[in-house]
Structures are given as structure tokens and as C-alpha cells.
Nanobody, 126 residues
Framework: QVVMVESGGGSVQAGGSLRLSCVLSGYSTIKLHMAWFRQAPEKEREWVAVISRYGTIKYTYTVQGRFTISKDNAKNTLYLEMNRLNPEDTAMYYC????????????????????WGQGTQVTVSS
């Protein structure tokens, strides 16, 4: 059974930073495509950053240069370092993972990921 548990969310002022963590059990992160998604109230879930099992990293344009995704395979943990946060970053953040051979646009679609965490709330005030 794969279990993913996020932590690190919270409330910060604009310009602040947070570091999200996602600890995975039941599967090795070495073998997984992993990603961060977020969902704001009344909006669809959107991808934020992805790190493929081959090491390819992508960011959505709104977080490019501010967020950094990384993975520690020894700790089976996914991270999202978030800097220069702004109110538009306010959302529930979810980590996701999948072992299948995904590539291209499929890595960015939430319906392609089979494993999900419960989410951690990030709130940025102006």
C-alpha cells in the first residue's frame, strides 16, 4: 500500500517562503514520477512542478524561478521549496506519484497519477 503524507504548509505573508515535504511509504521514489499539484477554492487542480523518474523537471510558468522541486530518494521524500510567495499561490497543495511510463503532457495531468497525499494548505496574505 502506497501512503503519501504532506507537511509544511501554513500561513505566510506575501514575499515569504515555505518548504513542503511529502514522505512516501510503500514504494521507492526512485521508480516514480512525482509532482506537486494545487487546488484553490472553486478552481480546478493544476500542476505546479514535476520531477520524472528520469530526472526531468518542469515548472508551471507562474512559479518558474520561485519554486524548486527536489527529491531525496534515501529518505523517500519529495520537496517543494517555495519562495517569494504571493496571494495567488494560496491553495491546497498535493503531492502525487505514479510508476507508469509517463512522458510529455501526461506528466502534467492529475488524472495520470494514481497515488496522492491528503494535501497541505498554503495561505499567503497580502
Amino acid at each position: 500500500q502506497v501512503v503519501m503524507v504532506e507537511s509544511g504548509g501554513g500561513s505566510v505573508q506575501a514575499g515569504g517562503s515555505l518548504r513542503l515535504s511529502c514522505v512516501l511509504s510503500g514504494y521507492s521514489t526512485i521508480k516514480l514520477h512525482m509532482a506537486w499539484f494545487r487546488q484553490a477554492p472553486e478552481k480546478e487542480r493544476e500542476w505546479v512542478a514535476v520531477i520524472s523518474r528520469y530526472g526531468t523537471i518542469k515548472y508551471t510558468y507562474t512559479v518558474q524561478g520561485r519554486f524548486t522541486i527536489s527529491k531525496d530518494n534515501a529518505k523517500n521524500t519529495l520537496y517543494l521549496e517555495m519562495n517569494r510567495l504571493n496571494p495567488e499561490d494560496t491553495a491546497m497543495y498535493y503531492c502525487a506519484a505514479d510508476p507508469r511510463p509517463l512522458w510529455g503532457e501526461r506528466l502534467l495531468r492529475p488524472d495520470e497519477y494514481n497515488y496522492w497525499g491528503q494535501g497541505t494548505q498554503v495561505t499567503v496574505s497580502s
